[in-house]
């Protein structure tokens, strides 16, 4: 896996979802009561920015077609069948660094 520093966001304790970069992927950026979760940035169900979302119940919402998806897990509502890919967090004094696995880190199973 990967770490990447994501510049000019501190961890809060301050609610947030912000759109940034971090190794070629646009990721969602969330704080949520009291947490920082990564999570892909496009709706699986209809391609929208769920950076322009919200967030309720440790989910984050489409603003499209209100298609929720765990922050921590990234599984899709009930009857959706879909998901968004997650990413690990780590918080480094005042800096937060998401980290991304390679494709062969996925098949082998690394961490």
């Not at 966001?9 to 912000?18: A, C, D, G, N, S």
Request: with cysteine; net charge positive; aromatic share 12%.
């Amino acid at each position: 896996m990967k770490w990447y520093k994501i510049p000019d966001v501190e961890p809060t304790k301050e609610p947030f979802i912000k759109k940034v970069k971090a190794g070629g992927k646009n990721i969602c950026l969330v704080g949520y009561e009291g947490k920082i979760y990564a999570m892909a940035s496009s709706c699986p169900h209809a391609g929208y920015d769920l950076s322009e979302g919200l967030c309720a119940k440790g989910k984050i919402v489409c603003p499209y077609h209100r298609y929720t998806y765990e922050l921590a897990t990234g599984k899709g509502g009930e009857g959706q069948n879909d998901f968004l890919e997650t990413y690990a967090i780590d918080i480094r004094g005042e800096e937060i660094y998401v980290g991304i696995k390679s494709f062969w880190d996925k098949v082998l199973g690394r961490k």
